[in-house]
């Protein structure tokens, strides 16, 4: 992907004063005269940073302004370890609003919306920005944030909601408790906005086709702004990224080598105008591509395929590298599936063993026909045979979070 010579004037200015205003980048640029950064390729000479980085430095090594400044922070929901924490200037919050409303703008939704998030507010950055988003394009939020079924079944009817913003897995469990319920004639729901997290296919028809509603996905990490630096538009043939706020690159992750456009690999941001925490050669872990030419809505930002998955989710059994993408691309090619899965690898008798469990509604020898027909297909497409095991539709747990999908008991 070229760099934009707007995109270069802009790195440049940052440049200027980078490393006297943020001890991080004095440090993680040591030795680097910035102002020879003075095109893409000595841009593309400039070491990765990780998340590790900005861990190294908490609470607040990475702020890159005087405290004055810092009108709020964020966190990353660190799981494991210390937390991650981004602080933010006024202008960094309005910039992530003018980014989150051309989101909402670009899927058609506009300020006579009633927009119900349902993704979770405080430290974590995706139900905030929904909201900023919302009142900045002058529709009307409905912050619900996550949970309680029963309660968002119940304002969405009373307050007539006609966007849901959720991850996917929530979005699903709210269309199947309203599809059980028999309600959907009695609702508003025309549009959903669902965030950050990779999805099959099947998974988005079952929640298009249950809700009757056409779906956006947002791209967003709570290191670089949060949920809003990119959305699909109707088109939906890949996430356009703002590329006035946020310079994307694809590298190879093992190597860090930089791969041509349409190829996959992980993607890598730098934010242009972020000034509490800017972030140069970001590792964002995702596994994406950039699809080459343009975008038949006439958006001139670049695209970003749907995630395959995370640098991390990459999983290795009898010998083969695979991802839950794939597993999820067999899943919605079988016969008579829902989009619902775990794969199980262990550990017996020296051997790995690896189950998928899927979900069907199908009995007796259509079962069993299906499940030898899973173990065919996944041994042509990722290459080593799975024993598969089918289970009624409802069996396997539904989070309101993400759901975990990959279970490893070899280590
Ligand atoms: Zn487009």
Not at 22 to 42: R, T
Not at 48 to 63: N, W
Not at 64 to 73: C, H, K, Q, S, T
Not at 90 to 108: H, L, N, P, T
Request: net charge negative.
């Amino acid at each position: 992907m070229e760099m934009k010579s707007e995109q270069l004037e802009l790195i440049k200015e940052q440049f200027k004063t980078l490393k006297d205003r943020s001890p991080f980048y004095a440090k993680k640029f040591d030795g680097i005269d910035l102002s020879d950064v003075q095109s893409q390729a000595d841009f593309e000479k400039l070491p990765f940073s990780e998340k590790a980085d900005l861990r190294e430095v908490y609470p607040l090594g990475i702020q890159a302004v005087p405290d004055e400044e810092v009108v709020r922070i964020h966190s990353s929901s660190g799981t494991t370890g210390t937390p991650v924490i981004i602080p933010y200037t006024q202008k960094d919050v309005e910039d992530w609003a003018i980014q989150f409303a051309r989101c909402y703008e670009v899927a058609g939704i506009t300020n006579t919306d009633r927009i119900q998030i349902t993704p979770g507010y405080g430290l974590w950055t995706a139900g905030i920005g929904f909201q900023l988003g919302a009142e900045r394009l002058g529709a009307m939020a409905i912050p619900m944030g996550p949970g309680n079924t029963e309660k968002q079944l119940r304002f969405m009817h009373d307050i007539k909601s006609t966007v849901l913003c959720a991850t996917s897995s929530y979005a699903l469990l709210l269309a199947e408790e309203i599809s059980k319920r028999g309600i959907r004639d009695e609702l508003y729901l025309r549009k959903g906005v669902i965030g950050s997290e990779r999805w099959g296919e099947k998974m988005r028809h079952r929640i298009e086709h249950e809700l009757g509603i056409e779906i956006f996905d947002i791209y967003g990490l709570t290191e670089v702004y949060g949920p809003g630096i990119g959305i699909s538009c109707h088109e939906h043939a890949g996430m356009h990224i703002w590329d006035d706020y946020v310079y994307i690159e694809v590298v190879n992750p093992k190597t860090g080598e930089i791969l041509p456009d349409g190829e996959i690999g992980e993607l890598v941001l730098t934010t242009l105008r972020k000034e509490g925490a800017p972030l140069i050669r970001y590792r964002t872990h995702d596994l994406t591509r950039i699809i080459p030419g343009e975008c038949a809505c006439g958006l001139h930002h670049p695209r970003i395929d749907t995630l395959v998955g995370r640098t991390d989710d990459m999983f290795k059994v009898k010998g083969v590298n695979m991802f839950p993408a794939q597993v999820e691309e067999v899943i919605a090619i079988t016969s008579g599936t829902s989009s619902e899965y775990q794969v199980m690898i262990e550990h017996i008798m020296g051997k790995d063993v690896l189950t998928v469990l899927f979900e069907t509604d199908l009995t007796g020898e259509a079962r069993e026909h299906a499940e030898r027909e899973l173990e065919m297909i996944f041994k042509a497409k990722i290459g080593c045979t799975p024993e598969a095991k089918a289970v009624p539709i409802g069996e396997l747990p539904r989070s309101e979070k993400k759901t975990q999908r990959i279970f490893d008991s070899r280590y």
